[in-house]
Nanobody, 121 residues
Framework: QVQLVESGGALAQPGGSLRLSCAAS????????MSWARQVSRKGLEWVSE????????DYADSVKGRFTISRDNAQNTVYLQMNSLKPEDTALYYC??????????????RGQGTQVTVSS
């Protein structure tokens, strides 16, 4: 079955950095656009970034553009999110999602259990 396991979330200071990882299994990873999304409690899922199956095309939400970088390793079935210049408003539960922005926003994409990122001094 589809499994997505996120890791790397932690408490970070404003201006700091974190790197999230997502290990995927149970589906043809190389055929899927992969996304990162985040959720603040009781709010909807916010699309953050996506990367195409080959890893050559990326897209970002305006709120993270220039600070976050998405990448993937198709040999390891893993997608990453490098988060720099963190802000308190980046605090959220971060998920990786099998699919692009439309699947994230529809709530229909497979996703893992999430990893918590807290940005606070």
């Amino acid at each position: 079955q589809v499994q997505l396991v996120e890791s790397g979330g932690a408490l970070a200071q404003p201006g700091g950095s974190l790197r999230l990882s997502c290990a995927a299994s149970g589906f043809t990873f190389t055929a899927y656009t992969m996304s990162w999304a985040r959720q603040v409690s009781r709010k909807g899922l916010e699309w953050v970034s996506e990367i195409n199956p080959g890893g050559s095309v990326t897209d970002y939400a305006d709120s993270v553009k220039g600070r976050f970088t998405i990448s993937r390793d198709n040999a390891q079935n893993t997608v990453y999110l490098q988060m720099n210049s963190l802000k308190p408003e980046d605090t959220a539960l971060y998920y990786c999602v099998a699919g692009g922005r439309s699947l994230v926003e529809s709530g229909l994409g497979y996703r893992g259990q999430g990893t918590q990122v807290t940005v606070s001094s």
